[in-house]
């Protein structure tokens, strides 16, 4: 039987470590074990679940995740191995056997606590595999969507808020069919709040994955687009009836 067993280890400086950093590290480890989990078994919905068997908090942190399946008559395949090796091939600037593209980005948001927050590495082990993940899976993530950036606009309802790591609206395109994640700054975030189910442009740096846009890195105007986004006074007015603006700002636990 499968062991489905993975031992995550985070180095970090100072005796306590960013909560929104070390969920990050859980939730996306996790994430891409139950996404590999339905790429292996072929199945919509994974067949295990995770859970965390054994920890240490102690300076580096470590905890053990472990696969436990949830029907007794369930497929029961190698997880944690195959995400190690397609972890190994990005880290050494290869092509990743199993990973999706959503995986791969799932790789990439697992690795961006690097070097912040005071996280100086993490190393992950299964029973016969070790690897360090490092940004240049980041790196090779972006070189096999093909990403590049450009100086554009686009629009769109904007749908969702939140202040959850960085600040950020998401804008749901309609010529693309996407959803287009927009970093803000605080004040913009503020100006977001009146305009939430409204139609906007958004103007700023674009960056471009599978020739899509992808995420807004800069945003430079956060626009109304419709006559009823703003009142004869030019001033804001209130979209969100008698809900107080701040109340769509979402956090960690609307995640």
């Not at 091939?89 to 056997?97: N, T």
């Not at 100086?120 to 690897?131: A, H, K, L, T, W």
Request: charged residues 25%.
């Amino acid at each position: 039987m499968p062991a489905n067993r993975l031992t995550i280890t985070v180095d970090h400086d100072g005796p306590a470590i960013a909560l929104d950093s070390f969920l990050t590290v859980i939730t996306e480890a996790v994430g891409l074990l139950r996404s590999m989990d339905c790429v292996k078994a072929k199945t919509p919905r994974p067949n295990m679940r995770w859970v965390i068997s054994a920890i240490s908090m102690h300076s580096p942190i470590q905890f053990t995740v472990e696969g436990i399946a949830l029907k007794a008559e369930g497929p029961l395949v190698e997880i944690v191995d195959p995400f190690m090796q397609d972890v190994t091939r990005l880290e050494a600037g290869g092509k990743p056997e199993l990973f999706t593209p959503d995986m791969q980005d799932g790789a990439k948001r697992l690795v961006s606590v690097l070097g912040h927050h005071g996280i100086r590495g993490m190393r992950f082990n299964s029973d016969s595999m070790e690897v360090r993940p490092t940004q240049r899976i980041a790196a090779r993530v972006d070189e096999l969507a093909d990403a590049y950036f450009e100086i554009g606009s686009i629009e769109g309802r904007l749908e969702v808020l939140s202040v959850h790591g960085q600040d950020c609206v998401k804008v749901w395109d309609a010529r693309w069919g996407c959803g287009v994640r927009c970093l803000v700054s605080d004040s913009q975030l503020q100006e977001a709040t009146f305009l939430l189910r409204k139609r906007v442009s958004v103007r700023g740096r674009i960056r471009h994955e599978h020739h899509r846009p992808k995420e807004v890195t800069d945003v430079f105007a956060l626009i109304p687009l419709g006559e009823d986004a703003f009142a004869d006074t030019g001033e804001p007015i209130n979209l969100s009836g008698d809900q107080e603006p701040a109340d769509y700002l979402r956090g960690p636990e609307d995640e």
